[in-house]
């Protein structure tokens, strides 16, 4: 069992910055793919951004030259820096991390909102 907790979110200007955190309770030894996706109420789940375990990177569309998916093995952390934010951009993030089995692991999410 791997615990997942966000952090970093929070209400921001548009053109505003913001850096997420996702903190796992053990290592990332297990793990083939960290990713970031988001929620906005009445819409499914959508992927931003993946972090594949030979270093290979995927981004959403919307979010491609603004979004930087990163993680620090030593802190067991993943991180998403949002630069350029766009009022679309508001939503609860949410970190998950899948093992070579298929198991998926989620984070609670963190709000984020961009607005004036």
């Known amino acids: 069992q791997v615990q997942v907790v966000e952090s970093g979110g929070g209400l921001v200007q548009p053109g505003g910055s913001l850096r997420l955190s996702c903190a796992a309770s053990?290592?990332?030894?297990?793990?083939?793919?960290m990713a970031w996706y988001r929620q906005t109420p009445g819409n499914e789940r959508e992927l931003v951004a993946a972090l594949f375990r030979g270093g290979g990177t995927d981004y959403a569309d919307s979010v491609k030259g603004r979004f930087t998916i990163s993680r620090d093995n030593g802190e067991n952390t993943v991180y998403l820096q949002m630069n350029s934010l766009k009022p679309e951009d508001t939503a609860v993030y949410y970190c998950?991390?899948?093992?070579?089995?298929?198991?998926?692991?989620w984070g609670q999410g963190t709000q984020v909102t961009v607005s004036s």
């Open positions: 053990r290592n990332f030894f297990s793990i083939s793919t």
């Open positions: 998950n991390l899948k093992t070579f089995t298929g198991v998926n692991y």
